[in-house]
Nanobody, 116 residues
Framework: QVQLVESGGGLVQPGGSLRLSCAAS????????MSWYRQAPGKERELVAS????????NYADTMKGRFTISRDNAKNTVYLQMNSLKPEDTAMYFC?????????WGQGTQVTVSS
């Protein structure tokens, strides 16, 4: 079965950095586009970034451009989200996502809290 396991969240001060990881299994990772989403309390889940299966094409939400970088290692079945210059408004639960045959699969999420 499809499994997505996020890690790397935590508490960081404004201006700091975190690197999230998502370990994938149960499907052909190298053939699947991957995405990161986030959801803050009381807000809808929003797309953070996505990366094509071969890693050559990436997309970012406007508020993350220049601060976040999505990447993948197909040999390790892992997708990453490097987050720099973090702001309090980046505080949210971050989820890994893939879509297979029109079905969305989600991890359990990893909490990122940006606070001094």
């Amino acid at each position: 079965q499809v499994q997505l396991v996020e890690s790397g969240g935590g508490l960081v001060q404004p201006g700091g950095s975190l690197r999230l990881s998502c370990a994938a299994s149960g499907f052909t990772f190298s053939s699947s586009a991957m995405s990161w989403y986030r959801q803050a309390p009381g807000k809808e889940r929003e797309l953070v970034a996505s990366i094509a299966s071969a890693g050559g094409s990436t997309n970012y939400a406007d508020t993350m451009k220049g601060r976040f970088t999505i990447s993948r290692d197909n040999a390790k079945n892992t997708v990453y989200l490097q987050m720099n210059s973090l702001k309090p408004e980046d505080t949210a639960m971050y989820f890994c996502n893939t879509r297979i045959y029109r079905l969305h699969y989600w991890g359990q999420g990893t909490q990122v809290t940006v606070s001094s």
